[in-house]
T-cell receptor, first 119, second 115 residues
Framework: AQKITQTQPGMFVQEKEAVTLDCTYDTSDQSYGLFWYKQPSSGEMIFLIYQGSYDEQNATEGRYSLNFQKARKSANLVISASQLGDSAMYFCAMSLQADRGSTLGRLYFGRGTQLTVWP | DADVTQTPRNRITKTGKRIMLECSQTKGHDRMYWYRQDPGLGLRLIYYSFDVKDINKGEISDGYSVSRQAQAKFSLSLESAIPNQTALYFC??????????????FGEGSRLTVL
């Protein structure tokens, strides 16, 4: 069975500081993709960042970076220079066979981490 | 307008009523999904469809049915709603074409309350 674990139900960070949200995954597949989504209080799901299992470098998107440690099966999200607008629920997710030719493509989600940024 | 549109956005209904949540997309994606979100549980897959003729059950399909009326439309039905189906429901799409990663594109969600 595939599994995503987010062990931090809630995290707090002061504005302008960096924060790391933890995510570990469990799969026996060699080809997979890892995602982070943000869900603000308004409810929509916003894609943040993607990492393929064969990507050698950690993915970065602006203030977001994904700390991918394949041997540890971890895919932590790092948010640098936190802003008040970063306060939201964050979900880690995994797809199988991220490379072309996937026959599956569904995402498995963790339970989420509620991030609160304070002034 | 949103690329993935869900209707209704909010609905309150009573136990035993039939409810349909509709989803339409203008992204031209072939794959569509229905997820359910409950506090503390993340998102769980109800049904997914890889094309009009291909519909598959997800982890929690009991009590739900779906219809893929066209490539752009995927509806979720609760034949006889019960209170523990109170949740936030998301429709999502993905594109199996070139460059496929599995990224999902979500609708804005439909909040359903069953009394």
């Amino acid at each position: 069975a595939q599994k995503i674990t987010q062990t931090q139900p809630g995290m707090f960070v002061q504005e302008k500081e960096a924060v790391t949200l933890d995510c570990t995954y469990d799969t026996s597949d060699q080809s997979y993709g890892l995602f982070w989504y943000k869900q603000p209080s308004s409810g929509e799901m916003i894609f943040l960042i993607y990492q393929g299992s064969y990507d050698e470098q950690n993915a970065t998107e602006g203030r977001y970076s994904l700390n991918f440690q394949k041997a540890r099966k971890s895919a932590n999200l790092v948010i640098s220079a936190s802003q008040l607008g970063d306060s939201a629920m964050y979900f880690c997710a995994m797809s199988l066979q991220a490379d072309r030719g996937s026959t599956l493509g569904r995402l498995y989600f963790g339970r989420g981490t509620q991030l609160t940024v304070w002034p | 307008d949103a690329d993935v549109t869900q209707t209704p956005r909010n609905r309150i209904t009573k136990t035993g009523k039939r409810i349909m949540l509709e989803c339409s997309q203008t992204k031209g994606h072939d794959r569509m999904y229905w997820y359910r979100q409950d506090p503390g549980l993340g998102l769980r897959l109800i049904y997914y469809s890889f094309d009009v003729k291909d519909i598959n059950k997800g982890e929690i399909s009991d009590g739900y049915s779906v219809s893929r009326q066209a490539q752009a439309k995927f509806s979720l039905s609760l034949e006889s709603a019960i209170p523990n189906q109170t949740a936030l429901y998301f429709c999502a799409t993905s594109d199996s074409g070139r460059g496929f990663t599995g990224e999902l594109f979500f609708g804005e969600g439909s909040r359903l309350t069953v009394l």
